[in-house]
């Protein structure tokens, strides 16, 4: 079964600093990896999606990276801002049919002014 | 947007009364998913569809039934419900097959008393 560790599970920064939250996983049989974010009594946006077979995602100044032998991922957010201030996910897909995801319980972000 | 909606958006109702969440999508997509969120063990996947009538199990689908008759809706139901199904429902599609990129819809809180 797969399990699911962000670390860590909250954290405060002031605006400007350059982050990164770790995802790490125990089955490394994946078949894509999922970034999401969610603001408070909200659903989730996805972020970036990272197949398998690739190393790394960007959008903007989100950066995802995947080493799947070792289980992990990271989420690099550079520049920070108090709207990034949320809960972040991840969450690996297994194969197989539909993909399904498993979710860690979240980095809570707080970017300060 | 992906297009999902989700009703009703809240909910209280009695112990041992049957309940039906109701997803919908207006983008013709073929997988669906419903989740569950509860604090400390972030979200869960109950059941999951990948077509018209093709319907399987999640992690934690004791309790719940699905029905797909439509491409556009997916319904969960909660036969008779517990204080333990107390929670924040999710819907997802998956937005490109290949892929299998999850979009949630903005949930569903039920509170069974």
């Known amino acids: 079964k797969q399990e699911v560790t962000q670390i860590p599970a909250a954290l405060s920064v002031p605006e400007g600093e350059n982050l990164v939250l770790n995802c790490s996983f125990t089955?490394?049989?994946?078949?894509?990896l999922q970034w999401f974010r969610q603001d408070p009594g909200k659903g989730l946006t996805s972020l970036l999606l990272?197949?398998?077979?690739?190393r790394e995602q960007t959008s903007g100044r989100l950066n995802a990276s995947l080493d799947k032998s070792s289980g992990r991922s990271t989420l690099y957010i550079a520049a920070s801002q108090p709207g990034d201030s949320a809960t972040y996910l991840c969450?690996?897909?297994?194969?197989?049919?539909?993909?399904?995801?498993?979710f860690g319980t979240g980095t809570r972000l707080q970017v300060t002014l | 947007d992906a297009g999902i909606t989700q009703s009703p958006r809240h909910k209280v109702t009695e112990t041992g009364t049957p309940v039906t969440l109701r997803c919908h999508q207006t983008?013709?997509?073929?997988?669906m998913y419903w989740y569950r969120q509860d604090p400390g063990h972030g979200l869960r996947l109950i059941h999951y569809?990948?077509?018209?009538?093709?319907?399987d199990k999640g992690e934690v689908s004791d309790g719940y039934s699905v029905s797909r008759s439509k491409t556009e809706d997916f319904l969960l139901t909660l036969e008779s419900a517990t204080s333990s199904q107390t929670s924040v429902y999710f819907c997802?599609?998956?937005?490109?097959?290949?892929?299998?990129?999850?979009?949630f819809g903005p949930g569903t809180r039920l509170t069974v008393t």
């Open positions: 997802a599609i998956s937005l490109r097959d290949v892929t299998y990129e999850q979009y």
């Open positions: 089955d490394s049989a994946i078949y894509n």
């Open positions: 990272i197949q398998s077979s690739q």
């Open positions: 969450a690996p897909g297994r194969p197989g049919t539909a993909s399904k995801l498993t």
């Open positions: 983008e013709n997509h073929r997988y």
């Open positions: 569809s990948y077509g018209v009538k093709d319907t």
